[in-house]
């Protein structure tokens, strides 16, 4: 017979209470079985627990050993029960996660900020990359979740549209283009751009090398072996420019000023293994699917009140704009269809 968990509780139990008819009322089981089961316990370790006594039990000398380690041993598995249960609840955890946008603000910054407010006892580890490196860490399962900008489509792992970005043109403030309120491209023509050499530099190159070729210039981009810090100092004290995307404009450089392109956005996605069943990272996945949804009933408001339908006597239609998902105003519906396409080249 192997020493069983409920051996142990009938054993704690008839010590507290002094009786087998008392424990097995606490327990809620049958005095016979507290009895029968607590018998047999003594004949597999070979020594008498009790001393039976018309008014109930007694602990012999090696019941009182043998009850020290037996109550210590029920405190620790009640107190991993509650610890698995926990983490299995995603109550506490880790959740690792990939980045290849900034989180000083939009969607994902304001994502992480709740869920962190919500479970305060989940730690969350960031890791900065490109797509490349984040996809192979989901695959090897070094990542939980990437969030990452552009459209990917990534065999064997779950993805999903986030929202969508607008795209900026890092300038110096006395460029001349600083004057305008949204570039074209044609307003790029012949000019140089900087990135860095490190992630998300080397994804930038090959953008910006996709969208001006497209717009039938002829690139002139360099790469620079620097952070994006000291990135977008070299923008402020040069004539260069540099691209960057919505969620970036919440970090304040002094030096420079950003300047939408018209008609540009781009996809924001999450990425991750369909066989991930971490507890914390599944609550996280939902927390982000249930903040998508919640966008997209506004966005359903929104058109209603830039059709006209509840919205008499509101100057503010702005028909042109749709509401991203970190409430802040993008092109339209069908400028948006067309962006993912050319990021993605």
């Known amino acids: 017979m192997s020493i069983e ?38 004949d597999e370790i070979g020594a008498t627990l009790f001393v039976r006594c018309a008014g109930g039990v007694a602990l012999t000398f090696a019941g009182q050993r043998f009850i020290r380690r037996a109550g210590t041993a029920l405190r620790q ?14 109550a506490e955890g880790i959740v690792r996660i990939g980045l290849f946008v900034s989180l000083a603000s939009g969607f994902v910054a304001d994502l992480i900020q709740a869920f962190a407010e919500a479970h305060p006892r989940v730690r969350l580890d960031f890791v900065d990359g490109g797509h490349a490196e984040h996809v192979a860490a989901i695959r090897q399962n070094r990542l939980d979740i990437a969030f990452m900008a552009g ?12 929202s969508n970005e607008r795209i900026y043109v890092v300038m110096p403030q006395h460029d ?23 992630q998300p530099g080397p994804d930038m190159y090959r953008c910006l090398v996709a969208y001006l070729s497209r717009a039938g210039h002829a690139p002139n981009v360099r790469q620079q072996a620097v952070q994006r810090d000291t990135l ?12 960057t995307a919505e969620s970036s404009l919440g970090a304040e450089f002094s030096g420079v000023v950003y300047r939408a392109i018209a008609n540009e956005v781009i996809p924001l996605q999450a990425i991750w293994s369909v066989s991930n069943s971490n507890p914390p990272f599944r609550r996280l996945l939902s927390l ?29 239609k702005m028909a042109h704009a749709d509401i991203d998902s970190s409430g802040l ?11 993912p396409a050319r990021c993605s080249e």
Not at 329 to 339: G, I, Q, R, Y
């Open 288 to 316: 982000a699917k249930r903040r998508v949804a919640h966008s997209a009933g506004r966005r359903d408001i929104f058109a209603r009140w830039a059709s006209g339908s509840g919205n008499e006597g509101n100057p503010s």
């Open 151 to 162: 459209a990917i489509l990534v065999e064997d792992c779950e993805s999903a549209h986030l």
């Open 176 to 198: 001349e283009l600083a004057a305008k309120h949204e570039i074209e491209w044609r307003d790029l023509r012949d000019r140089e751009f900087i990135v860095g050499t490190v």
């Open 77 to 90: 598995v009640s107190e991993a029960e509650v610890e698995v249960g926990t983490v299995g609840r995603g």
């Open 329 to 339: 105003v993008s092109p339209t519906n069908d400028e948006c269809s067309k962006a």
């Open 5 to 42: 968990m409920r051996h142990l509780r009938y054993v704690v139990a008839a010590a507290e209470h002094g009786s087998f008819r008392r424990a097995a009322r606490a327990l809620g089981v049958q005095a016979s079985a507290v009895s029968r089961r607590i018998a047999d316990l003594e």
């Open 232 to 243: 977008i100092q070299l923008i402020a004290r040069g004539n260069a420019l540099t691209l």
